[in-house]
């Protein structure tokens, strides 16, 4: 630190010293990964996030396929099942993140496509929260059936907010609806 009692340095002593400072490259890397570090971080936080969202959305198509065959081919219907029985059937399909206990079923059945295409309704009000007009009607054979599986994915227990990376969230309580669905006519069974 120079002070008024150094008088032996000069200015042009002191613009060296500034120009070694300023090409002196110590510590350089440690400063650009210092700035690099935070958005890649999110970044790949970002992906994982994506992925786990994705990967839970094909767990439930998967079980929703299979449940939905029971329906098509008529064993549901011959074998009596009614919602409970229905869900304990799909259930036995699902894998991963999803419990077993979130998920809500709405099975309408149409005369055709166009009439099922016109009755659908929206998954969530408009308070954010799923509708509570579900309804199971496996339908008669060749009725047109719409199976709907819907599972509030929570975000928040992932990654927590203060990161960003809420975007993801479709519902009021920060959660992610995920939603699957099939739609077929049901096989002429006996």
Same mark, same amino acid.
């Given at each position: 630190?120079?002070? =008024?009692?150094?008088?032996?340095?000069?200015?042009?002593?002191?613009?060296? =010293? =500034?120009?070694v400072f300023l090409r002196d490259k110590r510590g350089a890397s440690?400063?650009?990964?210092?700035?690099?570090?935070?958005?890649?971080?999110? !970044?790949?936080?970002?992906?994982?996030?994506?992925?786990?969202?994705?990967? $839970?959305?094909?767990?439930?198509?998967?079980?929703?396929?299979?449940?939905?065959?029971?329906?098509?081919?008529?064993?549901?219907?011959? /074998?009596? %099942?009614? $919602?409970?029985?229905?869900?304990?059937?799909?259930? /036995?399909?699902? *894998? &991963?993140?999803?419990?077993?206990?979130?998920? /809500?079923?709405? *099975?309408?059945?149409?005369?055709?496509?166009?009439?099922?295409?016109?009755?659908?309704?929206?998954?969530?009000?408009?308070?954010?929260?799923?509708?509570?007009?579900?309804?199971?009607?496996? &339908?008669?054979?060749?009725?047109?059936?719409?199976?709907?599986? %819907?599972?509030?994915?929570? !975000?928040?227990?992932?990654?927590? =907010?203060?990161?960003? !990376?809420?975007?993801?969230?479709?519902?009021?309580?920060?959660?992610?609806?995920? *939603?699957?669905?099939?739609?077929?006519?049901?096989?002429?069974?006996?």
């Amino acid at each position: 630190m120079l002070t =008024s009692q150094e008088p032996w340095i000069s200015a042009a002593c002191r613009a060296k =010293s =500034s120009r070694v400072f300023l090409r002196d490259k110590r510590g350089a890397s440690a400063l650009e990964f210092a700035l690099i570090a935070t958005p890649l971080i999110m !970044l790949l936080l970002a992906v994982v996030q994506v992925g786990y969202i994705y990967f $839970a959305n094909f767990a439930l198509d998967g079980a929703v396929a299979n449940g939905a065959r029971l329906i098509r081919t008529g064993q549901a219907q011959t /074998k009596g %099942f009614d $919602a409970a029985t229905f869900k304990a059937e799909l259930c /036995k399909n699902l *894998v &991963g993140p999803i419990a077993c206990g979130g998920v /809500k079923l709405d *099975v309408r059945s149409y005369e055709n496509f166009a009439a099922a295409a016109s009755g659908m309704t929206a998954p969530l009000g408009a308070d954010g929260k799923i509708n509570n007009n579900l309804t199971f009607d496996p &339908g008669n054979p060749e009725d047109v059936v719409v199976v709907r599986a %819907f599972y509030p994915l929570e !975000l928040g227990s992932l990654f927590p =907010s203060a990161l960003g !990376l809420g975007a993801m969230a479709n519902m009021a309580d920060g959660n992610r609806l995920l *939603v699957s669905t099939a739609a077929f006519r049901n096989e002429p069974y006996q």
